[in-house]
């Protein structure tokens, strides 16, 4: 298995890229203060979104997922809460109404950003949450 700087070492082409530490320069302006860029490349943004106190985002213009890394709470979509933990999934359509609330001290989600603003339309509700199939 890789050590440490392998995971460090910049990606080639046809292979995944693997990131710690700094995030690569970014070519948009980060959304949150509470959010902290971890990698981007081309239309996709990922950060470390960890909101103290109150979640107090607006809807994005573009499509989001989130994945709990750590802590548990409530994903309030606009019109209902469901409760969220380690592994859940979510996802976001561009312009949809949501916030996390009731979440512990220690909560915290990966945010992958991606596609076009407006983001990509599909006959779908516009978000969904999806608990982890691999207990």
């Given at each position: 298995m890789p050590g440490p700087a392998a995971a460090d070492a910049a990606p080639t082409a046809g292979r995944a890229a693997l990131t710690r530490g700094p995030s690569p320069?970014?070519?948009r302006p980060w959304r949150w203060s509470a959010g902290r860029?971890?990698?981007?490349h081309g239309t996709l943004e990922v950060e470390m979104y960890t909101p103290a106190g109150t979640d107090r985002q607006k809807p994005h213009d573009r499509d989001e997922i989130y994945v709990v890394a750590r802590g548990t709470g409530t994903f309030f979509d606009g019109i209902t809460g469901q409760e969220v933990r380690p592994g859940s999934f979510i996802f976001v359509a561009a312009g949809q109404s949501h916030r996390f609330e009731s979440f512990t001290s220690d909560f915290a989600v990966r945010v992958f950003f991606y596609g076009a603003t407006g983001g990509e339309k599909a006959d779908q509700p516009a978000s969904q949450l999806a608990e982890r199939h691999d207990r």
């Open positions: 320069p970014a070519q860029p971890i990698f981007a």
